[in-house]
C-alpha cells in the first residue's frame, strides 16, 4: 500500500459554511470578524476558552509548553480549520496554545453563542463530530509514528506534510516558510541537529533552501526515507 498523507495531515474545510442555511444564517449572526499579527497568541494554554475560532486566511500552530519550559508544536492550522472548540464542549481549558505564525483573518464566535448554536444545530453536532474524529485519528497515527522513527525520518515526514500545508491556494510549487525553532520542535529533535540534516537533504538535492525558506524537490526521495 502506498503513502496516505491524509493518515497524517488532515485540511478541514469552514464547519459553519457546511451547514443548511437555515442554520448557517442562525450561526452567522453572532460571528465575528477579527485579525491577529504574526506571532500573537489566539489562545493560551491554561487559559479558559473564551470562543470558537475559523482560520479564514494565514497559518496557526498548536504548541504545548511542558512544566521544563519546553515547547512541542502539535499540529498547523491553515484556511477553513477550526479551532478551540474541543475543550467548550469537555468543558475544560485550554490544553494546548495557538499562535499565528503570520498575520492571519479568522471568524470568532463566542463560546455561549456557539453553545446554543450546538443545542439548536443538530447538523452542527455531526460536522464536529467527524472534524473530531478525523483530528483524532491524524494525532494518534503521528504520534505512533513518532515513536517509531528515525530523526531523519520525522524530518522528510514531516517536509511531506509542510509541503502540502504551505501549498498555495492557486498551484504551484509550496515555499515552506517557518523558522528552525518551529521546525525542530515539531519533529522533536535540537535545532543543530535539524540544521545539519537539513543541509544534508540540500546536498542530495532533495530540498533547496532559500534563505529561512525552503522548497521541496523531490517528493519521491523523501517518501523513500519514510518507507
Same mark, same amino acid.
Given at each position: ?45 491554561? +487559559? !479558559? ?44 481549558? !485550554? ?24 443545542? /439548536? +444545530?443538530?447538523?452542527?453536532? &455531526?460536522?464536529?463530530?467527524? &472534524?473530531?474524529? !478525523?483530528?483524532? +485519528?491524524?494525532?494518534? &497515527? ?20 509542510? &509541503? ?19 521546525? +525542530? /520542535? ?21 530540498? /533547496? ?19
Amino acid at each position: 500500500m502506498g503513502f496516505e498523507l491524509k493518515k497524517y495531515y488532515y485540511k478541514s474545510q469552514d464547519i459553519f459554511a457546511q451547514l443548511p442555511e437555515a442554520e448557517s444564517a442562525l450561526i452567522r449572526k453572532s460571528i465575528l470578524q477579527k485579525t491577529i499579527k504574526k506571532k500573537k497568541l489566539i489562545f493560551k494554554q491554561g +487559559s !479558559h476558552p473564551a470562543g470558537v475560532y475559523v482560520l479564514s486566511s494565514g497559518k496557526v500552530k498548536l504548541f504545548q509548553i511542558s512544566s521544563d519550559e519546553k515547547e512541542t508544536v502539535i499540529y498547523f492550522y491553515t484556511a477553513g480549520d477550526i479551532m478551540g472548540y474541543r475543550p467548550i464542549i469537555c468543558n475544560e481549558s !485550554h490544553p494546548l496554545s495557538a499562535e499565528a505564525l503570520e498575520d492571519c483573518t479568522y471568524s470568532f464566535t463566542p463560546r455561549a453563542a456557539f453553545l446554543r448554536m450546538l443545542s /439548536a +444545530s443538530p447538523s452542527l453536532s &455531526n460536522l464536529l463530530l467527524e &472534524n473530531l474524529g !478525523h483530528e483524532f +485519528s491524524v494525532w494518534v &497515527n503521528n504520534m505512533s509514528l513518532f515513536a517509531s522513527q528515525s530523526v531523519k525520518e520525522r524530518i522528510a515526514m514531516a517536509l511531506i506534510k509542510l &509541503n502540502e500545508i504551505y501549498k498555495p491556494e492557486g498551484g504551484g510549487q509550496s515555499l515552506i516558510r517557518l523558522s528552525r525553532s518551529d521546525f +525542530s /520542535a515539531y519533529v522533536g529533535t535540537a535545532n543543530e541537529t535539524l540544521v545539519r540534516l537539513l543541509g544534508d537533504f540540500k546536498r542530495k538535492k532533495i530540498i /533547496a533552501i532559500q534563505g529561512k525558506n525552503i522548497r521541496v524537490l523531490q517528493m519521491d526521495a523523501l517518501l523513500d526515507i519514510i518507507s
